[in-house]
């Protein structure tokens, strides 16, 4: 059978009209397959392109970091050169993540070469000679200052390293006071200086500066007496030097404070407490008086400390049976009592229990809580010769030595009172300042003295305001223009709200 031409003609039409409909479709399918297909790769792309940018800024922190020698204030005594290791340790493991070369870790206990290292300023020579031509930064910091490594490089990027730099968190003093010898005395509030707790930095530029300064003009023999206050001006050096710049990122809060996020350092501002505080019966209190003060010092330590004390006597020039007093047989000097103390020393060690591990020797007009002590001294090893307190120095750019300073309170271990007398080291004349005879002594021992912050040897007004925030004091020295016992109670009590003859006792540091 025939087929019509027309039909023929018609059906292939219809045929390619049929196809001609199907092909957008396709065309969209395979449009959406090549789209898809770019996507996958973009989407396979864009994690690389994350990584190699990750990769690179982690190089570049990496190589900024090699840039900064980190020293720790550290000390010798076996608690504090732990904890420093500690600090050592976690600045290395961060640093690990950033990059194979690690920066420079110091421990100022280590830098045997200075009697006076803890001092810093005697030890730029060697940091300009070691680090001044590789390194942009060093950077300072306490045992119990924490590091975010990351932040911290971010926050030295913002500041030029080829220039002279002096960062820190600042602080100053709101009064002029007798510890910075009424430095701007008109107006105190203008000199800013670094609070160590939180870290402070020196670029290298300045240490440069600082160590040709050092060559042509040496260190005083002179006092040291709070470091951080000195160290700023030395550097600012009558206005030829930079003053300290405020670093916001350097902090002293907590790390698990929320005001903490923003910081490239934090600080562990607790009461040290390593397992049960001591007992009572460890440690025995002296309590150095003489007959005037008998009447006015005395019974502000009977309403205040004196609860806390197991153990304690109160040394003078004369027995009153009322409070009681104990004459040792010394009379009493205007200054110095360096006989009186060596005689407290030789009778802890012939009259008192060979149990009793702790003295500690107090001024009739110190102010100090027994109960934080025996806290603090859980962390130590009487069988070490410990020297604890205050630290100040005396001559340490010319070699002199360091010495615990008296009024916040001396606290010996019974074996370092064994090596101490049984030296030939003694008062060289009866009022001796005593505090820094034992000094020089247990520099001549080799005994090194362990310095800690909360010891006070002045009044709380003496100190800033922010230093002390972050601080849970131990003691604090001197009545003049305080009430002694509103200070007790807001600062060192066991408890704030203080129960008192009944009543509830609580002041307002702002007030003190």
């Not at 926050?155 to 820190?168: M, V």
């Not at 300045?206 to 007496?225: G, M, Q, R, W, Y």
């Not at 020797?361 to 100090?368: E, S």
């Amino acid at each position: 059978m025939s087929r019509e031409p027309g039909c023929s003609r018609w059906l292939l039409f219809a045929a390619c009209a049929h196809l001609v409909f199907l092909l957008p479709p396709l065309r969209a399918r395979a449009f959406a397959v090549s789209v898809i297909s770019e996507d996958a790769e973009d989407e396979t792309e864009q994690p690389v392109l994350q990584n190699s940018e990750k990769s690179r800024t982690i190089s570049k922190i990496g190589r900024e970091l090699k840039g900064i020698v980190f020293v720790i204030q550290s000390q010798s005594n076996s608690f504090h050169s732990k904890r420093a290791e500690d600090l050592k340790r976690d600045i290395l493991e961060q640093a690990v993540d950033l990059g194979k070369e690690l920066p420079t870790v110091l421990l100022i206990h280590e830098i045997n070469r200075h009697e006076g290292a803890w001092t810093i300023l005697p030890l730029m020579t060697d940091f300009s000679v070691t680090y001044g031509r590789n390194s942009s930064w060093i950077f300072f910091c306490e045992e119990d200052t924490r590091i975010r490594i990351v932040k911290l490089v971010e926050t030295l990027r913002r500041f030029d390293k080829s220039k002279e730099w002096f960062l820190g968190k600042a602080l100053y003093d709101e009064e002029s006071t007798i510890i910075h010898h009424y430095a701007f005395a008109e107006n105190p509030t203008v000199f800013k200086f670094p609070d160590f707790a939180a870290g402070w930095a020196l670029s290298i530029p300045l240490v440069n500066k600082l160590a040709k300064k050092l060559k042509i003009e040496p260190l005083k023999s002179d006092f040291t007496i709070d470091l951080k206050h000195e160290i700023a001006l030395y550097i600012w050096h009558k206005g030829e030097g930079p003053h300290l710049t405020p670093v916001p990122e350097f902090c002293t809060d907590d790390v698990n404070s929320f005001k903490a996020d923003h910081c490239a350092t934090t600080f562990s501002n607790f009461l040290p407490l390593c397992g049960e505080p001591v007992n009572k019966e460890d440690v025995f209190v002296a309590v150095k008086t003489c007959r005037k003060f008998h009447g006015d010092r005395i019974p502000v330590v009977k309403q205040t400390w004196e609860r806390e004390a197991a153990l304690i006597e109160y040394y003078s020039d004369y027995a009153d049976i009322s409070i009681p007093t104990i004459d040792l047989g010394v009379p009493n000097t205007e200054r110095g009592h360096c006989g009186k103390t060596f005689a407290i020393l030789e009778r802890f060690l012939n009259h008192t229990s060979p149990r009793t591990p702790w003295l500690v020797v107090v001024d009739d007009d110190t102010l100090i809580s027994i109960f934080r002590l025996r806290k603090l001294l859980s962390c130590y090893d009487p069988n070490e010769p410990v020297f604890l307190g205050e630290r100040y120095g005396y001559g340490l750019g010319t070699g002199g030595y360091s010495y615990i300073t008296g009024g916040g309170g001396m606290v010996f271990s019974r074996t370092a009172v064994q090596k101490l007398l049984a030296s030939k080291c003694r008062c060289y004349s009866m009022d001796a300042p005593d505090d820094m005879v034992l000094g020089m002594c247990f520099s001549g021992l080799g005994i090194p003295i362990t310095h800690s912050p909360l010891f006070h040897q002045a009044r709380p007004m003496d100190y800033p305001k922010d230093y002390l925030s972050h601080q849970i004091p131990v003691s604090f020295h001197k009545h003049w223009n305080i009430d002694p016992v509103k200070v007790y109670f807001t600062w060192l009590a066991p408890n704030t709200g203080e129960s008192r003859n009944g009543k509830k006792v609580g002041y307002n540091r702002e007030d003190l």
